[in-house]
């Protein structure tokens, strides 16, 4: 069975409604690492959302592991592009952050045992720490003071510590540069083969998505004034298969620009 | 250029910021001085502007000398006791006690406003009712909230908080809408429940900014206690003020009112201390 089943959907936004996605038809399975592109505005966000649960169909249904869900939760991990850190927490705090709301109450953080056990999500969080490159020194800072690769790094750690079944990623590593972002594919990429968690990963950047994924969609408008539509949903072929990349992103351009290849 | 210093990219030195920032406070006391003096020339018993040293007498009786006329102190009694029985000392207390209570009755509008603009059944329930009291001029309520509430304390300390309270919820409102939606999307997904999210996430994040609206209202949140005060009550310093305009206490009135500065002052300095502390991570241009 399908770990995200979403059948027929379609969203629209104002009044009266104009469709932004239509006649989706999407199964991910458990394991797999989706990397969803397409040009601005055509969607992608949205189709994340909706598995996220803080959209919902005008028409059609999602399914996330055989359920509805009316809004996120903790099954499902969530690293935006901005703002995904709390800003009024220290690393550490933004990283125990989960496994503390998930466990006490406001009113369960006056018992002693939530003292004890903030001991053990904090050895975990050094741990989380230590696998995304950084130093303990950092876990007193401030998001602030961090730079915006860091700040992804947390974010991803954060995520991670409630163990979700799902992370969907919405352009995380769009906002840093070249060496940074490499650096954050290597590191995204050992997570998922470490956890074996499912990854919806939205992106604009072709390369990124051949590098990071094991299968791609593409979503395109077939018009701008149409609403998109899964345009090409393929396995990323093995490196050194038939097709070398630059025909493969030149495909895949072609896919998201509805043009013909 | 020879008036370049006064353009754009001018850049104040140290000192030149120094003694620009201070000239006109330099320039009003002297030409206050002036002025006084040339009109206690013409009129030795002038009272409408009084000289320094009627002013540091004035201000002198208020601050050591005891609050009532019959009660009397003991000569050899100490500045800081004869202070704590001096009509100031009095004045500034019933003052700092309404203010006291008037800020602690504001708390509950913050978290109105927390409620308002996270669940939006709380919000459609309450902000029509609210955007409309905050059209109401507060001080035209006087006479119906000394009616309603006698001339006690209630009356003024409800003035303040009908005055101040829709800003500050509404304040509040637009604080919370202003928090990113990732933020609460991200809480969500990390587990947290409606009321972690309020009070764990959005909350934390907007207490500094509300206590920087708290702040910027001081101004308004004294405005009414004073008008309180000075039409309905039998102490406060602007209770004194109102008292010693009848006598053209001029000598008293003005000391009266740099003393209400300064202390203003030192809650706004105060409250940006406490608000740099409870919240390191927070930085404003």
């Known amino acids: ?261 | 250029m020879p008036l370049a210093f006064l353009l754009v990219h001018a850049k104040p030195g140290r000192t030149g910021t120094l003694l620009l920032s201070w000239m006109l406070f330099a320039a009003g006391i002297a030409a206050y001085f002036y002025v006084s003096n040339a009109r206690h020339r013409d009129n030795p018993e002038d009272r409408v502007m009084p000289t320094i040293a009627q002013m540091a007498r004035g201000m002198f009786d208020a601050a050591l000398r005891p609050a009532e006329d019959e009660e009397q102190q003991p000569g050899n009694i100490s500045l800081g006791r004869r202070f704590l029985g001096s009509m100031l000392w009095k004045d500034t207390v019933a003052t700092s006690r309404r203010f006291f209570f008037s800020m602690v009755l504001l708390v509950p509008a913050v978290i109105l406003g927390l409620h308002m603009g996270l669940f939006p059944y709380v919000g459609v329930f309450f902000s029509r009712f609210i955007l409309f009291f905050d059209k109401i001029v507060a001080l035209s309520l006087l006479p119906i909230l000394f009616i309603a509430f006698g001339i006690d304390e209630l009356a003024k300390v409800m003035l303040i908080v009908i005055g101040v309270t829709p800003t500050i919820v509404l304040d509040t409102v637009n604080l919370v809408r202003a928090v990113p939606a990732e933020q609460t999307v991200k809480a969500f997904t990390l587990g947290a429940g409606d009321f972690d999210v309020a009070y764990r996430v959005v909350l934390k994040q907007i207490m500094p900014r509300v206590l920087n609206g708290i702040r910027l209202n001081l101004k308004a949140v004294m405005l009414f206690l004073f008008a309180g005060e000075m039409i309905a009550s039998t102490d406060g310093l602007a209770y004194r003020i109102a008292l010693l305009r009848r006598h053209m206490g001029m000598d008293v009135i003005i000391p009266y009112v740099l003393w209400v500065a300064l202390l203003l002052f030192l809650v706004d300095l105060g409250m940006r201390m406490v608000n740099r502390w409870l919240h390191p991570w927070f930085r404003e241009a």
């Open chain 1, 1 to 261: 069975m399908a770990l995200i089943e979403i059948r027929d959907a379609c969203v629209a936004y104002g009044s009266p409604p104009r469709p932004v996605l239509e006649g989706i038809d999407l199964c991910i399975a458990e394991g797999e690492f989706v990397c969803v592109l397409g040009q601005t505005g055509c969607g992608k966000s949205t189709l994340l959302r909706l598995v996220l649960g803080s959209e919902q169909p005008l028409r059609g249904r999602v399914l996330v592991d055989g359920r509805v869900h009316l809004h996120p939760d903790r099954s499902r991990g969530y690293v935006p592009q901005k703002y995904s850190l709390f800003p009024d927490k220290t690393v550490l705090d933004n990283i125990t952050f989960g496994p503390e709301v998930g466990e006490f109450s406001l009113l369960g953080r006056l018992t002693p045992r939530f003292y004890r056990r903030r001991r053990e999500f904090r050895r975990e969080a050094f741990e989380y720490l230590r696998r995304i490159g950084m130093q303990e020194s950092d876990a007193g800072k401030y998001p602030d003071q961090l730079s915006g690769g860091m700040q992804q790094r947390v974010a991803i750690a954060q995520a991670l510590m409630t163990q979700p079944r799902i992370l969907l990623m919405d352009e995380a590593f769009s906002a840093l540069d070249s060496a940074t972002r490499r650096g954050m594919q290597d590191l995204i990429r050992q997570l998922w083969r470490n956890t074996g968690a499912t990854i919806l990963f939205v992106t604009h950047n072709t390369q990124e998505a051949l590098s990071l994924g094991t299968r791609l969609i593409v979503l395109a408008k077939e018009s701008a004034a149409s609403a998109s539509r899964i345009a090409l949903d393929m396995a990323v072929p093995e490196p050194g298969g038939e097709e070398d990349v630059p025909r493969l992103v030149r495909r895949l351009e072609c896919a998201a620009t509805s043009e013909k290849w």
